[in-house]
């Protein structure tokens, strides 16, 4: 089995050393939410690209797990993102709400991993945040019948030109990950990385470490 990639360099060899500050669970805020708008914030202030990307991980009606980055746009009761309802995320959440998702800031040494439900958020959050993109941002989640087979770039292109931006269509909205578990990660030294787990237990949230 080889290890090398195309230009020859060594995957297995590649190697970074963590050496932020430490994590306690006893210095976390009791809500996760509190807790991640604290680090989301603090990356977002960071001068990193792009910070609010967020994996997102869906399994579809038969079965099939998949993955992908989506942009977390509020942080209000969980991560928001926004989607068409008909993509393949969307028919999979509709058919298992359950998902998961990661936020890495590589840079910062930090992760933070999601488990819970996707929740639509309501047509008024909908409707106040497309209201906010750019006109071809707009155009283009009224024409794109995202994750579906099309002929060509030109056929997709004609139905931008033609698509409305002035409303909301109704295939295009928001989802909020509610987490019924929160773990943060902080890079160490030696891999000794430390990992914090809030879990739901009824309405409170269980603080753990876990190990590295």
């Not at 932020?20 to 690209?49: C, H, I, N």
């Not at 992908?68 to 959440?93: C, E, Y």
């Not at 058919?95 to 996707?118: I, K, N, S, Y």
Request: no cysteine; aromatic share 8%; glycine share 10%.
């Amino acid at each position: 089995m080889t290890t090398t990639g195309a230009g020859g360099r060594d995957p297995g060899a590649t190697r970074v050393e963590y050496h932020r500050g430490g994590l306690e669970p006893e210095d976390l805020p009791t809500d996760p939410l509190m807790a991640f708008a604290v680090w989301f914030d603090e990356a977002m202030g960071s001068g990193l690209a792009e910070p609010n990307v967020m994996h997102l991980a869906t399994v579809d009606p038969d079965g099939t797990p998949s993955v992908r980055a989506v942009l977390i746009k509020a942080v209000d009761g969980g991560p928001v993102f926004f989607t068409n309802h008909a993509s393949r995320k969307g028919l999979a959440i509709a058919a298992d709400p359950r998902v998961a998702g990661v936020v890495l800031w590589q840079p910062l040494h930090r992760q933070v991993r999601f488990e819970g439900q996707a929740v639509r958020v309501t047509d008024g959050e909908s409707d106040a945040y497309f209201a906010t993109r750019p006109e071809g941002a707009r155009r283009g989640a009224v024409a794109s019948p995202q994750s579906s087979v099309i002929p060509d770039r030109a056929w997709l292109e004609a139905r931008v030109a033609e698509a409305d931006p002035s409303t909301r269509p109704g295939h295009w909205g928001g989802y909020r990950l509610v987490p019924s578990v929160v773990e943060f990660w902080q890079g160490r030294v030696d891999r000794l990385h430390d990992r914090v787990r809030y879990r739901r237990d009824g309405a409170e949230w269980v603080r753990e470490r876990l190990a590295p």
